[in-house]
């Protein structure tokens, strides 16, 4: 089965271009990071920073309205969802996967369902019910928004790790003298440790990017990408070179872990799709 | 008998903390919404609410500025078809030329290929904005280079704006795409290709008899997810373009959001929302019907 040479150049001559095609607006914004501002918005554009400077991030901090702090809360409401959402779906997934109960069955369908529900649908009765119960520009308040909208999911993923680890392990533990719970955190926990990993960083990248419900329920607490948002709206004329910076500084993280962990983003991104 | 009831009640014990999240965040609030959408709830008095029936309803249909019918429905469809239609051909179509068995650097080129996913929708907007920027954006540039003098507006441009922004949402939902029809290929055992090149097919013909046939599923329900995904899709566009110009890119999650919290008709926006959310659950019923096909057919 050896295909023609002609047809090779043709197959990575397109897996080049579309790479390309991907890159090409993100690189061409966070270049900017590392361009003067004058050249950032400077004419010609120039491919790559001509005069490179990491003056940048000095001004970003010092010399700018952008709310640096931004990027904490980011942090904070995104470990906190994470471990919400993981904490819940470990407890449930294990639930689901070792104990029978009447409707176990019609609540696991129910939870595929609900995940359904897109949190747009629901936006107006959170604000309204956040504003009343003094949930409105908390951390806490994002946090549960946040783990809500992948708890469902890892609920799933993980009963499916727990699934395929024999009851029969925790059972010979229990033998051994282990409570219920120590046969759990002993012996199920560390073979599921991989499904637990995917679960979080689903539910962490999936918190770090979110825009639409935190610019609807922060003001002053406001997360990274509600800040860049402003940011682009109070300059009627763009900063590029800034607004590459605070692009550049958000995005990292979540490339980094990205880089790491390509295996267990996969498994989230694919693993919601394609369920029995 | 005791031990029984034991089981029962650790289970719904383990299930607690994460149903009552889902219920407090997701179900109470979705009664409410339906509820909402019957009342008149203003922005600036929230806790004051009037019965009103099917008011809401009628005064998003008659809305004028941008119209519902002529202008909200016809964006959100053009969006989301053009959106699907590029995003599915392109996700399989390199999903398909990655899967190749002599391919080299499969990893690296995946790698890449996911990131537009892995990046905050608005980082995403903002460099989709400096591309068509239409003094410093590379797009114009490069006609300039290649001596072009009337250079176009892009997002500025009514003609051009929805075409720009399905390309900016190709670049980001491909990604999904490419992931998931990867799973579906490689779903397919390898022996069968050679099976079929023992019997004498052509590359077009194992296409055509192995890899589409087994694959037909998997684009079916990715069909419906990004369907989904695609018409609840709200952060591009808003900062994009907030709907504009002239309402040529208010789709309908933009349009709820300008009821809601720019207009500050809460009831409004909630009638929107009872629309979005019958849209859903029609794909939802398409999903499940085409998921169970695919189950069956696995086993089969």
Request: net charge positive; aromatic share 14%.
């Amino acid at each position: 089965m050896n295909p023609k040479l002609s047809w090779k150049i043709v197959t990575y001559t397109l897996l080049i271009l579309w790479a390309l095609f991907t890159v090409m607006p993100l690189y061409w914004l966070l270049s900017a990071t590392f361009k003067p501002p004058g050249e950032a918005i400077g004419y010609p554009p120039t491919l790559v920073p001509r005069h490179p400077t990491l003056r940048n991030f000095g001004d970003l901090l010092f010399r700018s309205k952008f709310g640096f702090k931004s990027y904490l809360n980011s942090i904070e409401i995104a470990v906190g969802a994470t471990l919400i959402s993981t904490g819940c779906a470990m407890l449930a997934g294990f639930g689901f996967s070792r104990f029978r109960f009447p409707l176990r069955n019609q609540i696991l369908v129910l939870i595929l369902l609900i995940q359904m529900i897109p949190l747009l649908a629901v936006i107006i009765p959170l604000y309204r019910l956040y504003s009343l119960y003094g949930l409105y520009d908390t951390r806490f308040g994002l946090m549960i928004v946040y783990a809500v909208r992948t708890v469902s999911m890892n609920t799933w993923l993980l009963k499916g790790y727990f699934d395929t680890i024999p009851v029969e392990i925790e059972e010979a533990a229990l033998i051994d003298g282990c409570s219920r719970l120590q046969a759990f955190l002993r012996v199920s926990f560390p073979i599921a440790a991989p499904g637990v990993a995917a679960a979080a960083i689903f539910a962490f990248f999936r918190s770090w990017n979110e825009f639409m419900i935190a610019m609807t329920l922060t003001s002053t607490v406001r997360p990274y990408t509600v800040e860049l948002y402003r940011f682009v709206g109070e300059h009627g004329d763009v900063d590029w070179s800034l607004l590459g910076t605070a692009s550049f500084i958000a995005i990292v993280p979540v490339l980094l872990l990205f880089s790491f962990f390509q295996k267990y983003f996969v498994i989230g991104l694919a693993g919601g799709a394609v369920k029995e | 008998m005791r031990k029984q009831s034991r089981i029962i009640l650790s289970g719904y014990l383990l299930i607690l903390p994460a149903l009552s999240l889902i219920f407090l965040i997701l179900i109470y609030p979705l009664i409410q919404a339906v509820l909402l959408s019957l009342q008149e709830v203003k922005l600036a008095s929230l806790s004051r609410q009037t019965f009103v029936g099917l008011k809401n309803y009628l005064t998003v249909f008659t809305f004028v500025g941008p119209s519902f019918f002529r202008q909200v429905l016809p964006a959100t469809f053009y969006f989301v078809a053009g959106s699907i239609a590029g995003q599915l051909g392109f996700g399989l179509g390199m999903a398909l030329l990655v899967n190749q068995k002599w391919v080299r650097g499969k990893d690296i080129f995946r790698a890449i290929f996911i990131l537009p996913w892995v990046t905050s929708a608005i980082v995403m907007a903002i460099s989709w904005r400096f591309m068509y920027e239409p003094r410093l954006g590379v797009l114009n540039h490069l006609l300039v280079l290649m001596g072009a003098t009337n250079l176009p507006g892009w997002l500025n441009d009514l003609n051009l704006v929805m075409p720009c922004l399905i390309i900016a949402n190709v670049w980001h939902g491909t990604a999904f795409s490419f992931t998931l029809q990867t799973a579906g290929l490689q779903s397919i055992p390898y022996e069968l290709y050679e099976a079929a090149t023992v019997d004498g097919a052509a590359a077009g013909q194992r296409f055509r008899y192995v890899t589409l046939p087994l694959v037909r599923p998997f684009i079916m329900i990715n069909l419906v997810l990004i369907s989904m995904y695609t018409v609840n899709f709200f952060d591009l566009i808003y900062a994009m373009t907030n709907g504009g110009p002239l309402y040529r890119t208010e789709v309908i999650a933009v349009f709820l959001y300008h009821q809601a919290f720019e207009y500050g008709h809460m009831g409004r926006g909630a009638a929107v929302a009872v629309l979005i959310l019958i849209i859903n659950l029609l794909l939802t019923l398409l999903y499940m019907r085409l998921n169970r096909e695919r189950v069956a057919e696995q086993k089969r």
